[in-house]
């Protein structure tokens, strides 16, 4: 039997791609302005993010959003509701990466192709973290009620700033404005975006294992799950925000030859099974490839 050790690797790895996507959110509008400012000279802040397209930080803008789309296009969610909203949001993404704003003057087609992008791309943003990030076990953990918090008030956040840039637009000519307005309300979008996503990956509120002692050793082990690696990781950081220890083994032989078996086997202690079976028996319905 070939016992993989390295699915905390990559279980982490994931989560530090989700932490990697929040700190992209949080830090573009900040490195574009300073970039502009200070690598390329710019003379003056800016109205709002996407008119740095044509300035020195054009790499930047589209570059960090080309890398939000990669990850959302391989982003794996808890059902087909995560995965399809993802995937939408990525298609928007590079909608608003290759379909530039206008420098100055009237919009034209492209540039109301790039703001409807930029629209469904943050409202859909949104939405996932209000409706999505706050799902899990019916009875969630301290730490993970606090987390739906951060995440319903972080989606929150971004569609009242959406509106306001709404109204902003509609109301008071913010097409032709030289205010900044429209900037302000997009940095607090995207750090809003960012302190969710970061939370997703574990840095705020993370649920500590409760397990702390090699299950290598332990010969109460029950076999829980037998599918696709990702889909195993998946369950095992379901059942590990809840404090119950898993782990994946790989009992067809293909590890010792280099090769990537289609199937993997998840375990976990037998004293755990109570409390892990709802978690279980709900994961496996919404993964049944005959719905």
């Known amino acids: 039997m070939n016992i993989r050790n390295d699915h905390n690797t990559q279980l982490h790895s994931y989560l530090s791609l989700r932490k990697a996507v929040g700190w992209i959110g949080i830090l573009l509008p900040f490195a574009l302005v300073l970039g502009h400012l200070i690598i390329f000279k710019g003379g003056t802040v800016l109205d709002n993010m996407s008119v740095y397209y044509h300035t020195g930080m054009r790499d930047v803008f589209v570059g960090a959003l080309c890398a939000i789309a990669l990850f959302l296009f391989f982003y794996k969610g808890y059902d087909r509701w995560d995965n399809y909203s993802a995937d939408l949001a990525g298609v928007f993404a590079l909608g608003i990466a290759f379909f530039p704003t206008v420098k100055e003057g009237p919009w034209d087609w492209i540039a109301w ?3 409807v992008c930029a629209a469904c791309f943050l409202v859909i943003l949104a939405l996932i973290s209000i409706f999505l990030f706050t799902r899990g076990e019916k009875h969630p953990t301290r730490m993970k009620r606090k987390r739906n918090l951060i995440y319903r008030a972080c989606g929150i956040v971004m569609l009242a700033a959406l509106a306001s840039i709404e109204i902003f637009f509609l109301f008071f000519n913010g097409i032709d404005s030289d205010s900044r307005f429209v900037l302000i309300a997009e940095t607090i979008t995207l750090m809003a975006f960012g302190i969710s996503w970061l939370t997703k990956g574990g840095t705020l509120y993370p649920d500590k294992s409760i397990k702390k002692y090699n299950m290598e050793n332990e010969e109460k082990l029950v076999r829980v799950f ?35 078996p289609q199937v993997m086997d998840l375990y976990i202690i037998e004293e755990d099974m109570e409390k892990a079976a709802p978690l279980i028996n709900d994961f496996r319905e919404k993964h049944d490839p005959d719905k």
């Open 113 to 115: 192709v790039h703001f």
């Open 226 to 260: 037998v599918g696709p690696e990702p889909t195993a990781l998946l369950l095992l950081e379901i059942l590990e925000e809840t404090g119950i220890k898993g782990m994946i083994k790989n009992d067809s032989g293909l590890g010792y030859l280099g090769a990537v």
